[in-house]
């Protein structure tokens, strides 16, 4: 009997013990996955709810998710909603579509070879590449002089211009180029790449330590780390000048018109930071996605499984409280465990969090077809010689003579143009450029709070931070039409304050990305000293 009974308390003890499992591994199962909730899907926060996903996906190892191999099993996932204000995701990317294989970027157009992340997209989502621009040719165009007795120094702008500086192609192109740019700028070229290589080294040093799952929780802390803060409170004028001795000439002829051709902005009125990676976004190295760079944004999304709810604006208040309105508005509900703000947002102590901080950068996107008047670009003998693109150069402080700030052919057409231009153009404004006015095929305008770019201008020192941490009032917002929970606020975009490429946008996503991750115990603290050493080996 007392075998019998120890038998059945050992047997009732172990259905106990299963039983207690089931019931925890039930509640585990139906414990609610971390959710995610990105305001803003260009590409900001596309790559933000991207990183978020993959990374948390392959159990916080970001040198494994940024891979591309497939996630391992019993890994937390996160479920990621987006809400885009607007009809259509993308935000500043997306193409105009002109004609049959004729679909040019009216927004952000092009990433550099040497940007880790844009490359590491297209590659990883399977997405075709392709150089925007017809070739790497540079023309610097400047106003005509008067003629013999006139009292103006400068002939009227329709008699168009002389170039400054023609790259040309050719077998012994090169070689012509670069003796064309000795004779007239002598080292200063080779000064001036010197120091833009160094600025774009010590950028790209963000990408190891990042793999580490370094993050920073200011802007101005993550440019501090690369060695970048200094080049925000310099003009790229007179960085160019004091720090490589570049001369003036250079800086008022190419970086100039380089500045103006990338941001519409002065080289006094830039920074050496923006500026400088100005002068990298040329030549035969740049790319886009065939199809649209918007084509990114799309897949990142996909790839992350994200519920997009467009139409669907999310603010902060002054009060902390997050509020949802739009299409959207009864869709996005319940508790999330963190709100990440993709788009332009206040500083430290802002007012709400649908204002703008900075001034956005209005630009004019103009494609027209027609004939140019090969004359007026230094007297070509015809269009075909036209350089990849031409940039309208600084003369003597006065505004830009032309009614262009660059203009180019558009890849797949033999005469469609696109054009920057501060101002809206129709065809009288184009006068002179065309042999007899074009046809307007699209047009739109980068302004106000959607415009083009922020101005990126010298920051004085002590200027108020620009947090990836949105600064939260103290007590849990009490609205009833505000999300509940008061989860923690962050802000993907908050590096745009001093630099803003496609590339640039991704490194603040990642940083973003890893500061959520870290805040739900999914990453956790990089390495330090020789450990990180190791690890990187």
């Known amino acids: ?57 392959h159990c916080g190892d970001v040198r494994s998710a940024l891979g591309g191999g497939p996630a391992p099993e019993g890994c937390e996932g996160v479920d990621v909603v987006v809400a885009e204000a607007a009809g259509r995701v993308g935000g500043r990317l997306y193409a105009a579509d002109l004609a049959e294989g004729v679909q040019p970027e009216v927004g952000a157009s092009v990433y550099h070879a040497v940007n880790q992340y844009m490359t590491g997209f297209a590659e990883r989502l399977g997405l075709e590449t392709t150089h925007p621009y017809l070739g790497s040719q540079l023309g610097l165009l400047q106003r005509k002089p008067a003629g013999a007795g006139s009292v103006e120094p400068y002939a009227p702008a329709e008699h168009g211009g002389d170039y400054v ?113 100005a002068c990298k976004g040329r030549g035969s190295e740049l790319y886009g996605v065939k199809g649209g760079n918007a084509r990114v944004v799309q897949s990142l999304l996909k790839d992350a499984a994200a519920e997009v709810h467009l139409g669907t604006r999310v603010t902060v208040d002054a009060e902390g409280c997050i509020r949802v309105s739009g299409a959207g508005e009864g869709n996005i509900k319940g508790v999330f465990d963190a709100v990440v703000l993709a788009h332009p947002q206040p500083q430290a102590g802002g007012e709400a969090a649908e204002t703008h901080p900075y001034l956005m950068h209005t630009t004019h996107v103009t494609f027209a077809q027609g004939v140019l008047n090969a004359t007026y670009f230094g007297g070509l003998a ?44 129709d065809p009288a404004a184009l006068t002179g450029v065309f042999a007899a006015p074009p046809a307007i095929l699209y047009r739109h305008a980068w302004e106000g709070a959607t415009g083009a770019y922020p101005a990126l201008p010298p920051r004085p020192r002590g200027d108020p931070v620009h947090p990836f941490v949105v600064p939260q009032p103290r007590g849990a917002c009490r609205a009833a039409d505000a999300l509940p929970g008061a989860p923690k606020v962050f802000n993907a975009n908050a590096l745009e304050y ?13 940083n973003a990305a890893l500061l959520v991750l870290r805040d739900l115990g999914l990453v956790g603290s990089p390495p330090t000293g020789a450990e990180a050493r190791g690890h990187e080996l």
């Open 382 to 425: 015809s269009p075909e010689e036209l350089p990849s693109v031409v940039a309208a150069v600084r003369h003597d402080g006065v505004r830009n003579p032309f009614p262009f700030r660059s203009i180019g052919r558009v890849r797949g057409s033999a005469d469609v143009y696109k054009i920057f231009s501060d101002e809206p153009l």
């Open 1 to 57: 009997k007392a075998t019998v009974s120890v038998l059945n308390w050992s047997l009732r003890s172990v259905m106990r013990g299963a039983a207690l499992l089931c019931l925890c591994c039930a509640a585990a199962a139906e414990a609610p996955r971390r959710r995610v909730l990105v305001a803003g899907a260009g590409v900001n926060g596309a790559a933000t709810g991207y990183f978020i996903s993959r990374i948390a996906a």
């Open 165 to 277: 500086f023609r790259e040309v192609g050719g077998g012994l192109a090169k070689v012509r180029n670069i003796a064309s740019a000795v004779w007239r700028w002598g080292l200063a070229p080779k000064h001036a790449e010197d120091a833009v290589e160094d600025l774009v080294d010590r950028l790209g040093g963000v990408y190891t330590r990042q793999r580490h799952g370094e993050a920073w929780g200011t802007a101005e802390e993550l440019l501090e780390a690369l060695g970048l803060k200094d080049f925000t409170h310099v003009s790229v004028e007179d960085w160019l000048r004091h720090n490589a001795s570049v001369d003036t000439a250079y800086t008022s002829d190419v970086v100039h018109a380089l500045a103006r051709l990338n941001y519409g902005q002065h080289v006094h009125e830039i920074s050496a930071l923006a500026g400088g990676v």
């Open 498 to 510: 001093a630099v803003s490429t496609l590339e640039t946008q991704s490194i603040g996503a990642m």
